[in-house]
C-alpha cells in the first residue's frame, strides 16, 4: 500500500519523471493509474473505487468452517450467513473437511474443490492465511476473515497480518477484516423510503446507535465493518458508496486511518458527488490515541493534522455517537437549504432566548425578521410578544386553527431556510397539536423544520408517533445535538456549492524549481540559514540580500555592497536557535562594527565547538508582520503545510494553521482567517495593512516545494517570513530545513 512504501516510491517515481519528462503508469489497489492522473510527486489524483456491488449482492457465498453442531460459535454464525444469502437470493455453498452437509446443503471438502464460481467467501477460521492461498486459484472475488490476534495485539500480530496482506495482494481477491464481525450481513429494513445513511466503522459495537436509527424511520443502505483493513479499508467503502444513487449521507466511525492520502481521494470523491461525510475520528488525546492503536494496529495521525485535512474536504467530523446518528440522519434526509437563516419558534420566551444564544454562539445565523413579517405574526400573536427572532407565541395559539398559520408564516419568509421548534416537555393536548401542525407544515414545505423534544421520557404519543413518524420534521432530544447536526447541514450545502477538487489543482509535471532545489538537497542532515534560503530562491521566495563570508575583511566588503545597516548571523547546519546563543547582531552601522562582530561571533561558535559554514551578512529589512510558513512530514498524509505568527509569538501562543497539499489560493487564505492573530495582517493602531497577497503567494510556492520535495523534505521552517506593507512583498528572514 502506498502507506508502507511512501517514501521510496515518490523518490524513485520522481527521478524517473525528472529523467524522462514524465512518469509511467502505476497500480494501486490492483488498478492501473495512467501518467495524467498522478502529481508531481507519483501519487495519485483520482480514487480508485472498487466495484463492491458482488460483496453486498453475491450470487454465490462460501462459507468456509460451515457448521450446525449446537453451542459451536461457527453455528450460529452459519445460521446468519444462510438467512442473509436467502434475503439477497445468493446460494450458500457450506465448505468443510469432514462434513458432507450443513444444515441439509451438500458441503464441500476444501475451496479448491468449489466447482461453481463463487462471489464470496466467508472465512470461519482461525488462520485465514493457507484459505486465501487455496482461494487464489479459485478466483473468488472477495473474502472475509473474522479471525482476531492480528495487528491489534502487537509486533507479533502485525507482522502475521502483513503475511495476510502479501496473499490477499499475490491472490487478486479483496478482503475484508481480519478482526471483523457480522455487521455487513444484517438485516436492514426493506419498508424504509428516502435516502440512506451508509455505514462505515472499524468496531463493530460503534456502528450499532446509528444502525438501530431504523427503529426511528431512518434507512440505512450498508454497513461495512472494516476490522483491521490488511486490504479493503475505510477509503475503499467511502469511494463506493459516495456513488450509490441511494446513498444520502455516509456515517464513519473511525479508529486508525491506513493511508490518509487515500482517505482524502475519497473524501474529495463524495465531495464532488455532494453526498455527506459524517465521522467520529479517534485519537483526540494521547490517551484515545493508544486506544485506537491497540484495538486496530493502525496509525492515528497527529490529530491536528487530521482536523484540517477532514475540513478541508468537507469531511464533518463529530465527537459521540449520539452526534454521529443525529447529523448523519438530517443530513441524508433533508433537501438542498433555499435559505442560512435560521428562526427558533417556542412557546417560551426562556426556552428561546436560551436556545438562540446557544445557535448564535455556534455560527448560525439568526435573522431578524422584517417589520412586516413581525406585523403579520402579530396577526395570532399577542402584541408584547417578541417575535423579531426568536418568535414566542405565549404558548395560547398553539392550541388552535393559529398555531398552523405562524409556522406557514414563518416558513413562507424568503430569508427563513430552517425553522427549530424546541419543546422542552410534553404537555398534552398542547403539545400534540404542536407537533401535528409542525409535521403538516414540513409537508407542505421544502424548507427545514426540526424539532428538540426535551422529554427524558420518550414515550409519548406526540413523539413516538407524529414526530417520528414523519420523515419531513428532523426530530433531536438534546439542544446541542440539534444545532451541530444544523450547522453540518448548512455548512455542507455551502461547500459543496463552492467545492473545487484540490486534486484537479495539483501540479502533474515538476517545475524547473525542482532540478535547482535536487542540487541542494543533503540526504539525513539539516541545512544551513544560507543553504535554506538558496532552496527557497530556487523556488522563487525572496530573501534578504546576503553574503555569505569566511573572514572579517570579506565581511566588511560584503555590507557595503549589501548596504549599511546590516545583520550578521552565524550559518551552521548544526545552529537551529541562533539569538539564544548570541549569534545573531542587527543594525550593525560601520565597517568597524562589522570587523568585530565577524570576531565576535566566530569566537562565540569556537568557544561552544560548533561547526560554521561561514558568517552571512544580511540586509536589514524594513517592519512588517513576522509570520510562519513551515513544511512537516506527517506519518499518515505526507507532507502538510502550517503558514502562524512567527518570531517568538509561534512557541508562546500557537496560533497556525494548518492543510494537506495540494490545495490552491482559496484555501491559503483560508487559512489566514483560521489565525487568531488575523488582525494584525489587516494593520493594527496605525500601522499598515500587510501584503497579504504576497505572503499567500509564499504559502503557495511552500507547498509546491513540499509536493515536489516529497520523500527528500522533512522539515522547513520560514521564521520570520517578514510580511512587508501592502504592495511590498514578504521576505524570509531566516530559514530551517532538514533533508530526509
Known amino acids: 500500500m502506498l502507506g508502507s512504501t511512501h517514501g521510496t516510491f515518490t523518490t524513485d517515481l520522481r527521478a524517473r519523471v525528472v529523467a524522462c519528462g514524465e512518469a509511467p503508469p502505476v497500480v494501486v489497489h490492483g488498478v492501473t493509474v495512467a501518467p495524467g492522473d498522478l502529481d508531481v510527486s507519483g501519487r495519485p489524483l483520482h480514487a480508485p473505487v472498487p466495484d463492491l456491488d458482488r460483496f453486498f449482492r453475491p450470487e454465490s457465498v462460501a462459507v468456509v468452517g460451515a457448521s450446525d453442531t449446537e453451542g459451536r460459535p461457527n453455528t450460529g454464525i452459519t445460521r446468519q450467513l444462510l438467512a442473509w444469502a436467502e434475503r439477497v437470493g445468493a446460494r450458500l455453498v457450506p465448505v468443510h473437511p469432514t462434513r458432507t452437509s450443513v444444515f441439509g446443503i451438500d458441503c464441500v471438502p476444501s475451496v479448491g474443490a468449489l466447482t461453481e464460481p463463487v462471489d464470496l467467501a466467508v472465512l470461519l477460521v482461525a488462520d485465514p492465511l493457507p484459505v486465501i492461498e487455496e482461494l487464489a486459484e479459485t478466483k473468488v472475488k472477495f473474502a472475509v476473515a473474522f479471525a482476531s490476534g492480528f495487528a491489534e495485539t502487537g509486533e507479533a500480530g502485525a507482522a502475521a497480518q502483513e503475511r495476510l496482506a502479501a496473499a490477499v495482494r499475490r491472490s487478486g481477491l479483496r478482503l475484508l477484516g481480519p478482526n471483523t464481525n457480522l455487521n455487513a450481513f444484517e438485516r436492514f429494513r426493506d419498508d424504509l423510503e428516502g435516502p440512506a445513511v451508509a455505514l462505515i466503522t472499524q468496531s463493530g459495537h460503534q456502528g450499532r446507535p446509528v444502525f438501530t436509527l431504523q427503529e426511528l424511520g431512518v434507512r440505512l443502505s450498508h454497513w461495512a465493518p472494516t476490522g483491521n483493513e490488511a486490504d479493503l479499508e475505510t477509503a475503499d467503502f467511502l469511494s463506493y458508496f459516495a456513488g450509490r444513487p441511494e446513498v444520502g449521507a455516509i456515517a464513519c466511525y473511525v479508529e486508525g486511518l491506513k493511508d490518509g492520502r487515500s482517505f482524502l481521494l475519497a473524501a474529495d470523491r463524495a465531495a464532488r458527488q455532494g453526498v455527506p461525510v459524517v465521522a467520529v475520528k479517534v485519537g483526540r488525546t494521547e490517551t484515545g490515541a493508544r486506544t485506537a492503536a491497540s484495538h486496530t494496529g493502525k496509525l492515528t495521525g497527529a490529530d491536528r493534522v487530521v482536523d484540517a485535512a477532514m475540513r478541508q474536504y468537507g469531511v464533518i467530523r463529530v465527537d459521540g455517537l449520539d452526534q454521529l446518528q443525529d447529523t448523519s440522519a438530517l443530513l441524508a434526509r433533508a433537501r438542498k437549504p433555499l435559505a442560512d437563516g435560521v428562526v427558533v419558534y417556542s412557546i417560551s420566551g426562556g426556552t428561546g432566548a436560551h436556545f438562540a444564544d446557544l445557535a448564535t454562539a455556534a455560527g448560525l445565523e439568526l435573522p431578524t425578521l422584517h417589520q412586516a413579517k413581525q406585523d403579520e405574526l402579530h396577526q395570532w400573536i399577542p402584541e408584547y410578544l417578541n417575535v423579531a427572532n426568536p418568535v414566542d407565541n405565549g404558548g395560547h395559539p398553539v392550541g388552535d386553527w393559529r398555531g398552523r398559520k405562524i409556522i406557514d408564516a414563518i416558513l413562507a419568509d424568503p430569508s427563513v431556510g430552517v425553522l427549530i421548534c424546541p419543546i422542552t416537555g410534553p404537555f398534552p393536548p398542547m403539545s400534540d397539536k404542536l407537533a401535528q401542525d409542525l409535521v403538516d407544515a414540513a409537508e407542505a414545505t421544502d424548507k427545514l423544520v426540526c424539532v428538540v423534544w426535551g422529554s427524558p421520557v420518550g414515550t409519548e404519543e406526540a413523539y413516538r408517533t407524529t414526530l417520528l413518524g414523519s420523515s419531513r420534521v428532523a426530530t433531536f432530544r438534546t439542544f446541542a445535538n440539534c444545532i451541530g447536526a444544523v450547522k453540518a447541514y448548512l455548512d455542507h450545502h455551502r461547500f459543496t456549492a463552492a467545492y473545487r477538487s484540490p486534486f484537479d489543482e495539483a501540479p502533474r509535471t515538476p517545475s524547473p524549481s525542482l532540478r535547482k532545489a535536487q542540487a541542494l538537497v543533503r540526504p539525513g542532515r539539516r541545512l544551513s540559514e544560507h543553504a535554506a534560503k538558496q532552496l527557497l530562491r530556487a523556488y522563487g521566495i525572496r530573501v534578504p540580500r546576503e553574503q555569505l563570508v569566511t573572514s572579517a575583511a570579506a565581511a566588511v566588503r560584503a555590507a557595503g555592497l549589501v548596504g549599511y545597516p546590516v545583520v550578521m ?33 566566530t569566537d562565540i561558535a569556537r568557544f561552544e565547538e560548533i561547526d560554521l559554514d561561514g558568517i552571512l551578512v544580511c540586509q536589514m529589512v524594513g517592519r512588517g508582520v513576522e509570520m510562519v510558513v513551515g513544511v512537516t512530514h506527517d506519518e499518515l498524509f505526507g507532507p502538510t503545510v502550517t503558514v502562524g505568527l512567527g518570531g517568538v509569538l509561534v512557541e508562546v501562543l500557537n496560533d497556525t494553521a494548518v492543510r494537506v497539499p495540494p490545495f490552491g489560493e482559496r484555501e491559503a487564505r483560508s487559512m489566514l482567517h483560521e489565525l487568531r492573530g488575523r488582525a494584525l495582517l489587516d494593520g493594527v493602531r496605525g500601522a499598515p495593512p500587510a501584503d497579504v497577497d504576497a505572503l499567500v503567494e509564499v504559502v503557495l510556492r ?19 517570513l517578514m510580511v512587508l506593507p501592502r504592495g511590498q512583498g514578504a521576505v524570509a528572514l531566516d530559514a530551517l530545513a532538514v533533508c530526509r
Open 569 to 601: 548571523k552565524a550559518s551552521g547546519a548544526q545552529l537551529a536557535h541562533k539569538t539564544e546563543l548570541g549569534l545573531v547582531k542587527v543594525g550593525l552601522t560601520s565597517a568597524s562594527q562589522v570587523r568585530d562582530t565577524y570576531r565576535e561571533l
Open 702 to 720: 511552500v507547498q509546491r516545494m513540499a509536493l515536489e520535495l516529497d520523500g527528500d523534505l522533512a522539515e522547513l521552517d520560514i521564521n520570520p
